[in-house]
């Protein structure tokens, strides 16, 4: 059984690189992944608190890290799908994942650090990536909803959200408490 199961994914692989190599890498697609994401990742360069630089990294990463996670069980369950990627051995890598969210997430943290103005900007965002950026995502072949919906979408990046902001939140107390400053 096994060796069954490792056949089908060795083949999975091996055509998904196929696919990738051929079809997307260096595509209008492709270079619209890697543009969107140096550009996100650019503004967050800018953006970015340079009194907090390492805390609001380490809140960049734990988003990368939840998104990407919630990311990574709704393809494993055949939710959605990406249908274009800027490398083929990982779909973190998508602009959703890697740059978009992570990004967002992280400048809403950083500008809304009480929970009340939190809440109402996180609100807004979800509200935004779910009924605009991801029909413009469909619309456009980055994206692909399978048995998922935009309201999903908003109630899963919402709860994604709190549960970044009350991770972080966890950690500055914890390290106000030990009086270490990142």
Same mark, same amino acid.
């Given at each position: 059984?096994n ?19 051929? %079809?997307?890498?260096?595509?209008? %697609?492709w ?9 996100f ?18 809140v ?28 083929v ?20 943290y ?11 900007? %996180? ?23 399978i %048995? ?11 709860a ?6 009350y ?5 500055r ?10």
């Open positions: 059984m060796s069954t199961i490792e056949n089908t994914v060795r083949s999975t692989h091996e055509a998904e690189y196929s696919q990738w190599l051929h %079809h997307d890498l260096f595509s209008a %697609h270079w619209a992944i890697l543009i969107i994401s140096l550009l990742l650019a503004v967050f360069s800018i953006l970015i608190d340079r009194q907090r630089f390492l805390f609001i990294l380490l960049f990463f734990i988003s990368f890290f939840v998104i990407g996670s919630l990311d990574e069980i709704g393809k494993f369950f055949g939710l959605w799908a990406y249908p274009h990627q800027l490398l051995f990982t779909h973190r890598f998508n602009t959703v994942d890697f740059a978009i969210l992570p990004v967002m997430v992280t400048l809403i950083q500008y809304f650090s009480k929970w009340t103005y939190y809440l109402y900007a %996180h609100t807004i965002h979800s509200a935004i990536v779910a009924f605009i950026g991801i029909p413009l995502f469909i619309k456009f072949h980055l994206y692909h909803m %048995h998922w919906n935009m309201f999903y979408g908003f109630l899963t990046l919402y994604a959200g709190l549960l970044i902001k991770v972080c939140d966890a950690i107390k914890k390290q106000k408490k030990s009086g270490m400053d990142l």
